[in-house]
């Protein structure tokens, strides 16, 4: 029995009931130490409010005695991390709070007003410079950046896009920490007072073309090996989540070879712009409303399924 009551907030926009979780504590001593050279950003969208998640995060950096700030597309990023280095030499840890998602990566703009900071988007922005790299000396060998952002660590191909980002051509990159679970910020209520709290619950993800045929959320016991540390048997929740994917290309004739088209430049960029595969989408087609064409359309279902600590 655990002697205090958590109420987090997770990241990402898949999931957005509040979760009541078992406490656990991350030591301050590691992220606390050298403050001069650690930053923690809270990477919120312009277009939104207030927000439970962010504000928990930035609740947590700050009883840590981190400085933390706020910052709208990474472009907002680029000039913060400059006037920090400019202010207190190169640095060594750079905590980033965003939601997130294992098909978009950390929810964020690469410039104020769009567009989303996608793979391809980054890769093209870093080809033509139209995204500079951080100056000479920014990063030090053991620089870190960390992703509070949930499942974006199951998008290798986001986290090695962003990683690249931040410098130049040839020189090595910094190296980019992101989680494969989902995250959660919030405080526990003891005997000794209010703790506050970062936790990452453990997800499974499966994409399926032929999903079942169920549309709500239901709950799931398993036993053994699948309940993790929690003790068996346990709970868990199960979420559908309907993915849908509208290639940008119309096509005059459908009669096209359906794997010649997915296999063109565009198509797999927006397919791993979204680390999805075309093996895992039914496709059909769909007219164009001005007549001119037709366009794929894939459609999946994503099983998210995470454990409920027992009761």
């Avoid at 620089?143 to 051509?169: K, P, Y």
């Avoid at 994409?207 to 068996?232: K, M, Y």
Wanted: aromatic letters at 6%; proline letters at 6%.
């Amino acid at each position: 029995m655990h002697s205090g009551s958590t109420l987090l907030r997770r990241a990402g926009p898949l999931l957005t009931a509040w979760l009541w979780l078992l406490p656990a504590s991350l030591s301050a001593s590691e992220l606390a130490a050298g403050h001069e050279r650690v930053l923690a950003v809270i990477l919120q969208p312009a277009d939104v409010g207030r927000d439970g998640y962010l504000e928990a995060a930035a609740s947590y950096y700050r009883g840590l005695g981190m400085p933390v700030r706020t910052a709208h597309s990474l472009t907002e990023l680029h000039n913060q991390l400059v006037q920090r280095v400019e202010a207190h030499g190169p640095l060594s840890e750079v905590i980033l709070v965003a939601h997130g998602s294992t098909w978009t990566g950390a929810a964020v703009d690469l410039f104020p007003g769009g567009p989303a900071a996608s793979v391809s988007a980054m890769q093209q922005a870093r080809a033509d410079g139209s995204f500079p790299a951080l100056p000479p000396g920014s990063l030090a060998a053991d620089t870190r950046i960390r992703l509070d952002s949930c499942a974006v660590g199951r998008h290798q191909a986001w986290v090695r896009a962003f990683a690249q980002l931040w410098s130049a051509a040839g020189e090595p990159s910094p190296l980019v920490e992101a989680s494969a679970e989902f995250i959660a910020f919030g405080s526990t209520v003891t005997a000794h007072g209010v703790v506050a709290e970062r936790i990452e619950l453990p997800i499974s993800v499966q994409v399926q073309a032929n999903a079942p045929d169920f549309s709500d959320a239901r709950t799931l016991t398993l036993a053994g090996e699948a309940c993790g540390q929690i003790a068996s048997p346990c709970q868990q929740r199960q979420l559908p989540i309907k993915v849908t994917v509208q290639l940008d290309q119309t096509v005059a004739d459908k009669a096209y070879p359906r794997r010649r088209r997915l296999a063109q430049r565009a198509a797999r960029a927006q397919l791993m712009d979204l680390n999805l595969r075309a093996d895992q989408l039914d496709w059909s087609w769909k007219a164009d409303a001005d007549g001119g064409g037709q366009r794929w359309l894939g459609t999946a279902t994503a099983l998210i399924t995470s454990p409920l600590p027992p009761r």
